[in-house]
């Protein structure tokens, strides 16, 4: 078999099987695109056989290209993946990948940033742009990651039919699973004056956010707004736009939210994943009081 024969069933398994995002579709794709390059595989029975130690030494390798801690983990994960897919395809009773431990990783707490500095790269976004109706587009996608909790890909993949937006609107998150968010007045205002602006006709079915040509707005557009906007404010790196959405949490939660809700808006399949934040607020806090009384760090 060619490895396109081979890469072709599990991309579809990935993408309308499991429903996953397009972003894990292709770092998936390109995990398993890798092994096989490296390890010349041409068969579904070739990559069901791969063992722990070649698959170890296989991520030794990729390590040597540079390969972070966090990126080898997730390839590690790609990886298990792919070949419990295999041995599913090739027949094995034994579906389970090789046994193996992905290297640690040190995870920190999530970066939001200020009210202020939320709403100042949003008008700052606005106010650097090229063009008027791009610096219209680029705000409306920041006020809907920090007023609503979006997720970017979430953000842009609203299409023309939620126009014009109402005070609350369906979401699909990742795996397809779908949630309701409320919307801001100044959200709701901002993504108007998009509308209003935008020089493309703005189909129902297609994506609401457009590109300087017209095609879809992309998230490495929005990043690279985002970049110059935090640079004109002095911000760090760290105000990135998914730093939006860590701030609606935190500031929500600040605001005495309770974990629950705060899970739902954020559409999180596990508390878990929604209790970093009180980690965080109590962090902001810790910091807040060491900044008012900074005898007691010493």
Not at 114 to 133: H, M, R, S
């Given at each position: ?17 499991l429903r996953?995002?397009p ?39 990729r ?5 972070s ?13 792919f ?11 034994l ?12 995870k920190?707490l999530p ?19 090229g063009?008027?109706?791009?610096g ?9 990651l ?27 998150g ?8 409320p919307?801001?007045?100044?959200v ?7 509308v ?7 189909s ?31 911000l ?11 701030s ?8 005495g ?5 705060l ?22 806090l ?6 008012a ?6």
């Amino acid at each position: 078999m060619s490895r396109a024969e081979l890469l072709s069933p599990w991309h579809d398994h990935l993408a309308l099987g499991l429903r996953r995002s397009p972003h894990t579709v292709r770092a998936y794709d390109k995990a398993a695109s890798t092994l096989l390059a490296r390890l010349n595989l041409n068969s579904w029975d070739q990559v069901a056989d791969i063992t722990a130690a070649q698959l170890r030494s296989h991520l030794a390798s990729r390590r040597s290209d540079g390969l972070s801690n966090a990126s080898a983990a997730r390839e590690l994960s790609a990886l298990k993946g792919f070949i419990a897919f295999a041995r599913a395809q090739a027949g094995h009773e034994l579906s389970d990948p090789p046994r193996m431990r992905g290297p640690k990783i040190r995870k920190g707490l999530p970066r939001p940033v200020t009210p202020d500095d939320a709403i100042g790269l949003a008008d700052t976004v606005e106010a650097i742009a090229g063009e008027d109706w791009i610096g219209a587009r680029d705000r409306a996608v920041l006020l809907l990651l920090y007023g609503a909790g979006m997720r970017i890909a979430e953000a842009l993949s609203v299409s023309g039919d939620a126009i014009p937006l109402g005070e609350r609107l369906t979401v699909t998150g990742k795996g397809g699973k779908q949630r309701v968010v409320p919307i801001l007045l100044v959200v709701r205002e901002a993504v108007a004056d998009y509308v209003a602006q935008c020089p493309w006709t703005l189909s129902r079915n297609e994506p609401l956010f457009r590109g300087a040509k017209g095609g879809p707005l992309t998230q490495g557009v929005v990043q690279k707004a985002t970049a110059r906007a935090r640079k004109a404010l002095g911000l760090p790196d760290t105000a990135t736009p998914h730093a939006l959405r860590h701030s609606f949490a935190t500031h929500l939660l600040g605001a005495g939210a309770d974990l629950r809700s705060l899970q739902e808006l954020l559409g999180h399949a596990s508390l878990g994943s929604t209790q970093i934040y009180t980690k965080v607020d109590a962090a902001s806090l810790l910091d807040i009081y060491r900044k008012a009384h900074p005898r007691e760090g010493s």
